[in-house]
């Protein structure tokens, strides 16, 4: 009886077959067993394991019709409402939001916040919080006329804007003289009038001359 041989040599601290060798050919396969080559192996290992689909340090997976299901999206992204061309647009659109809401206004290219705690609450501009962002009612580059100030004018019983002027003949209740006008007539008076002191009266006193009379009684 012939006895087989299997011929080995000691290579790199092992053991190789030299003869006979057993080759790929030579192996049957089926779909259970298969040769990979290294880089199907390496394939394989890199793929994630379905077991953490959707789950902390596992993968995000998809919904049925190809998007992330909204439970797995950062709450940053579901505040955020969107772009709007101007801030009334926004406001249309969202007359009412919650904490945190925000969405770009390309007007004012910045972003707008819903501030929950406004009185009332409404959308306001990032970039002007804590600013001025309106003026009697007007937004973005104001102007203000005297009508829209919409203060009363005074009056002899009421506050409110009184008007200035220079005459110095008027009887109107409803204007305030001006420092010239005051001079004005200042400088009349100095230039009209007369003071005597004495205790007689002068014979040719004029309007608005003074008579200081020496001959009052003394009550003291």
Same mark, same amino acid.
């Given at each position: ?87 009334? #647009?926004? $406001?249309? /659109?969202?007359? %009412?939001? +919650?904490?945190?809401?925000? &969405? !770009?206004?390309?007007?004012? =290219? ?16 990032? #970039?002007? $919080?804590? /600013?001025?962002? %309106?003026? +009697?009612?007007?937004?973005? &580059? !104001?102007?203000?006329?005297? =009508? ?73």
């Amino acid at each position: 009886m012939a006895q087989n041989y299997t011929q080995r040599v000691f290579v790199n601290g092992k053991w190789e077959d030299r003869y006979p060798k057993t080759v790929a050919a030579q192996v049957e396969t089926d779909p259970q067993h298969r040769f990979l080559t290294d880089g199907q192996i390496a394939a394989f290992e890199a793929k994630e394991d379905a077991a953490n689909k959707n789950k902390a340090g596992g993968y995000a997976g998809l919904d049925e019709e190809g998007r992330l299901p909204l439970s797995l999206i950062p709450s940053l992204l579901e505040h955020n409402k969107g772009y709007y061309a101007a801030p009334e #647009a926004l $406001r249309e /659109a969202l007359p %009412s939001a +919650n904490a945190g809401d925000f &969405a !770009v206004v390309g007007l004012t =290219d910045t972003v707008w916040i819903w501030d929950a705690d406004g009185e009332p609450a409404g959308w306001i501009d990032s #970039a002007t $919080r804590g /600013a001025v962002i %309106s003026v +009697n009612g007007k937004t973005g &580059a !104001v102007t203000i006329t005297w =009508d829209d100030l919409e203060v009363p004018d005074a009056a002899l019983d009421a506050k409110g804007i009184v008007q200035l002027s220079s005459a110095t003949d008027s009887e109107d209740e409803t204007t305030a003289a001006t420092p010239k006008a005051v001079k004005a007539v200042m400088d009349e008076v100095r230039g009209r009038a007369k003071i005597t002191v004495g205790d007689t009266a002068p014979e040719d006193a004029q309007e608005g001359d003074w008579w200081f009379d020496t001959s009052t009684p003394d009550v003291s």
